[in-house]
């Protein structure tokens, strides 16, 4: 069974970086495309950037185009999130999840999620 592992998450000032990674077992993770989702307190998951199989079709929520970048590592079984200019808005539970078949941006057509890791940006 595949599961998905974030890590890379913490406590940020505004304007500042940070560099997200999912890492997933099991195998023929390139035939699958995944995705980066987020949870604030009270308000609903939301999907921040998604990417298909090969790495070359990728989507971004409009809150975040120009800061995020989503990229993936087929040969490591790992995907990324670059999150540059960071916003106490961005702050949130980050969660990565995979699907079968075309990328996606609706969070119930993924089937494997992770953990989630919190990130945290200040004032």
Known sequence: ???????GGGLV????????????SGR???SYAMGW?????GKERESVATINQSGRGTRYADSVKGR????????????????NSLKP?????YYCALKGGLLSTNPR????????TQVTVSS
């Not at 069974?1 to 890590?7: A, D, F, H, N, Y």
């Not at 000032?13 to 997933?24: E, I, K, N």
């Not at 970048?69 to 790992?78: F, L, P, Q, V």
């Not at 057509?109 to 953990?115: M, R, T």
């Open 1 to 7: 069974q595949v599961q998905l592992v974030e890590s």
């Open 13 to 24: 000032q505004a304007g500042g970086s940070l560099r997200l990674s999912c890492a997933a």
């Open 28 to 30: 023929a993770f390139s």
């Open 37 to 41: 989702f987020r949870q604030a307190p």
């Open 68 to 83: 995020f970048t989503i990229s993936r590592d087929n040969a490591e079984n790992t995907v990324y999130l670059q999150m």
């Open 89 to 93: 808005e961005d702050t949130a539970v």
């Open 109 to 116: 057509e993924y089937d494997i999620w992770g953990q989630g």
